[in-house]
């Protein structure tokens, strides 16, 4: 029996329900004042069978039928042990299943949006990850150029920026801004060489 069934199950079990009353409900018979009747389901001349109560189970002592409450459903009605529960479920009107998947559909959505959340999560530290590395490189770039004003720059631009974004204590990448865009910045700086152009001041 999965989860969900198992769930309803001790539901059922725990409920208010009083196995006396499913019992002359789908069944019916006499008790003695012992609390025996002729057990329904084997031909007797002494009575055998008694229900308990207190944890909704019967037991036969002739032919050794006995269970819990869903038992004596399933075995009054001949059906199976979760159709046996539904039935209960309807006819007592427990709305147990129905409760079950709300509970089951929240669950899922709740599954589905932390994953979705995860998923996110993981792209953007990939992109944030990737536009670092792309910095490092152009770094590595910068230092086998020939030096100059307009490089020596550039270096100390950039090696600010990297050491502040590795600053943070959580991801190792948590410093680069979400929004942040490597190539642009690297076409920018790349400008003003490709164009002739140098900084004279820093």
């Avoid at 499913?22 to 012992?34: A, C, E, L, S």
């Avoid at 309807?90 to 959340?117: N, V």
């Amino acid at each position: 029996m999965n989860v969900y069934f198992s769930e309803i199950k001790e539901k059922i079990m725990s409920s208010e329900l009083d196995i006396l009353d499913v019992f002359n409900r789908y069944i019916g018979g006499t008790f003695d004042r012992k609390g025996f009747c002729r057990c329904p389901f084997h031909n007797e001349k002494t009575p055998s069978f008694k229900l308990f109560r207190n944890n909704k189970s019967f037991y036969c002592f002739g032919c050794g039928a006995g269970g819990n409450i869903i038992n004596l459903v399933s075995k009054a009605l001949n059906i199976g042990y979760v159709e046996a529960m539904k039935r209960l479920d309807e006819d007592y009107s427990l709305g147990l299943f129905e409760k079950q998947i709300k509970t089951d559909t929240r669950r899922s959505k709740e599954a589905i949006e932390t994953a979705r959340k995860q998923l996110k999560n993981q792209q953007l530290q990939i992109k944030r990850k990737n536009n670092y590395f792309k910095l490092i490189d152009y770094f590595k770039e910068l230092q086998e150029m020939p030096q100059n004003q307009a490089v020596s720059h550039d270096l100390a631009f950039m090696e600010r920026l990297l050491d502040k974004w590795l600053s943070y204590e959580n991801e190792p990448f948590d410093g680069v801004p979400a929004d942040f865009n490597a190539d642009v910045l690297i076409y920018a700086l790349k400008s003003k060489f490709t164009n002739g152009e140098e900084v004279e001041n820093g």
